[in-house]
């Protein structure tokens, strides 16, 4: 039986004229991929106000990884907000927390002893990861990577690639932050091996421009999100983890949307070999509430001075308890499990698109988080935003909800809910490849 149903034309009356007075009442700038307004959610569906059911792929932007509304998750919220909503963990802690920390320090990578402390979104995680390792190191240099995204605080906004949306007309970017080559394939120009060329312009960089001993932290994500799911070669992390050990850098792996099950494991970092100093997380954790940390070694964890990192809300206790649901389901086994399936299908349906379709010109991903790069030539590789647009349309207008990233806008990036079933999953897909077919 299918699970798409569509009621009206895509978005309905009643999602037009919400969104007439979202554009009266709501600033500019926060941007919708989908014009239409939720109703409700469950499992791998989404609801809207006019009574359509849609596949969701894109789990809120990777949060909820478990599917809407998964009932664990929605109980134990239920069962902790008639106990207490808040007390502040600076004032009056509570057991939740701690335990949402130690379940971390036990899943991040890692043969040390680990710390965790929380916050409340991926950007205040990736500002508390740089606090942190400033203040281990007393250095001040971070570096960064092309085509990186983490977040829209100063800092987090300072260290993210792109400038059109995420930087332009917010005035002066935090300074000592570098930012070199990141080893993306498709695009490398040149046919060599792009670990050695990549690895080797960041050791030049590092050293002319900067000099290891003044390096405080190098910051990168496992697999690029925005960036157009942009896999970091396992060869390339390797060499930085050598590395930084050997200049004291710490290492800090932004595994904010490739954590929880994203890539078919808890943390991605598990698929490396090696094992960051930090790792920042969020999105996943909270399986649909707001929760976010840093997890990492415990030396370096406890530079800060009491008082010297916190928040009002960090860890609150609706979402701790949504987290310590979600830690019960990945160690459940099903999610992981499920993880492989979708690993197998995507992997499978999206190599069969490099023969069906021209304008894919690369599909790449880890585990379940996999993605389509579309361009207008397979030679000159010229991206296709365009069509990346288009095509997220045509699919929603179909009940499809997919969203698209990458540098130049021309990547298709499935998200799907890891508690997904295989016909679902397939009639999804249905959809984005009716999509491609026409459009391309
Ligand atoms: C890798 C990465 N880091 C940081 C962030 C920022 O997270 P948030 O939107 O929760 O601030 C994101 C969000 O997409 C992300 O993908």
Redesign the pocket.
Known sequence: MKTISLKTSVPGPKGQKLMEERRRYVARGPFHSTPIFAARANGSTLEDVDGNKFLDFSCG??VTNLGHCNPDIVNAVKEQADQFLHTSFNIVPYASYVEVCKLLTEHAPGNYDKKAFLV???????ENAIKIARAHTKRNAIVCFDH??????YM?MTLTSKTKPYKYGFGSLNSDVYRYAFPYEYRWPTEGDVSEECFKIFVDSVTSQISPDAVAAVIL?PV???GGFVVTPKKFMQKLRDFCTSHGIVLIA?????GFGRTGKVFAMEHYGVAADLI?T??GLGGGL?I?GVVGKAEIMDAPMDGGIGGTFGGNPLSCAAALAVFKQMRGGFVLKNAEMITSVLEKTLDSYKDKFSCVGDVRGLGPMRAIELVKDRKSKEPNKELAGAITKECYQNGLIVLSAGTYGNVLRLLVPLTISKEELEEGMGVLEQAIKKLS
Not at 120 to 126: C, K, M, T
Not at 254 to 258: I, P, W
Request: charged share 25%; aromatic share 4%; hydrophobic share 30%.
């Open positions: 932007i990777g409340n979104s991926g950007a205040e995680a990736v990186a995204y983490h977040g829209r605080t987090a994500e690029q999100g925005e932004d595994e904010v949307q490739t920042t969020a999105k707001p976010a």
